[in-house]
T-cell receptor, first 111, second 106 residues
Framework: NAGVTQTPKFRVLKTGQSMTLLCAQD?????MYWYRQDPGMGLRLIHYSVGEGTTAKGEVPDGYNVSRLKKQNFLLGLESAAPSQTSVYFCASRRGRETQYFGPGTRLLVL | KNEVEQSPQNLTAQEGEFITINCSYSVGISALHWLQQHPGGGIVSLFMLSSGKKKHGRLIATINIQEKHSSLHITASHPRDSAVYIC????????FGTGTSLTVIP
């Protein structure tokens, strides 16, 4: 099993550009999460999904959209990137009340 | 207001020392997690516990539900233990501490 994978690993965007981050898991987990990690701050939840076709807002959802069209994939979109969205993005998944499994992260730099 | 507080923020130890990292939380939880993040960035779950104590190799995690406090202990620390250790709790959602950066010097 590959576990949780994220694409791309690193990306540089200009302000106003759009992009989609892909998270994929092969563990048949119901729950999937997108977090951002910034220096001096804990991981913060952007959006999450409790199952295929459902999504919900987390702590810091503004400027992001998500979709979960297939159970194994959770996409995070930035429609118009801003420098404040420079961060490291982590995807995670879990089954039921088990622990989360994290992806390797995506480093995003918005100029 | 941080729902999860960790101490210390930074910790340097000599190889072989016994290490303790503390976590206090202010929300009702169903579980507490200890995560490890190495300099490469990847995050790995070390423990998930809702009561008592768990042990895995040289790592021990304890939780006191009444006091809303957990500790992560590392016995006989080694330079490969150098990482950021993150406490997280599961309540209505996941809440994360800001992490404890541990450096173990040979």
């Amino acid at each position: 099993n590959a576990g949780v994978t994220q694409t791309p690993k690193f990306r540089v965007l200009k302000t106003g550009q759009s992009m989609t981050l892909l998270c994929a898991q092969d563990m048949n987990h119901e729950y999937m999460y997108w977090y951002r990690q910034d220096p001096g701050m804990g991981l913060r939840l952007i959006h999450y999904s409790v199952g295929e076709g459902t999504t919900a807002k987390g702590e810091v959802p503004d400027g992001y959209n998500v979709s979960r069209l297939k159970k194994q994939n959770f996409l995070l979109g930035l429609e118009s990137a801003a420098p404040s969205q420079t961060s490291v993005y982590f995807c995670a998944s879990r089954r039921g009340r088990e622990t989360q499994y994290f992806g390797p992260g995506t480093r995003l730099l918005v100029l | 207001k941080n729902e999860v507080e960790q101490s210390p923020q930074n910790l340097t130890a000599q190889e072989g020392e016994f290490i303790t990292i503390n976590c206090s939380y202010s929300v009702g939880i169903s579980a507490l997690h200890w995560l490890q993040q190495h300099p490469g960035g990847g995050i790995v779950s070390l423990f998930m516990l809702s009561s008592g104590k768990k042990k895995h190799g040289r790592l021990i995690a304890t939780i006191n539900i009444q006091e809303k406090h957990s500790s992560l202990h590392i016995t006989a620390s080694h330079p490969r233990d150098s990482a950021v250790y993150i406490c997280a709790v599961t309540g209505n959602q996941f809440y994360f501490g800001t992490g404890t950066s541990l450096t173990v010097i040979p």
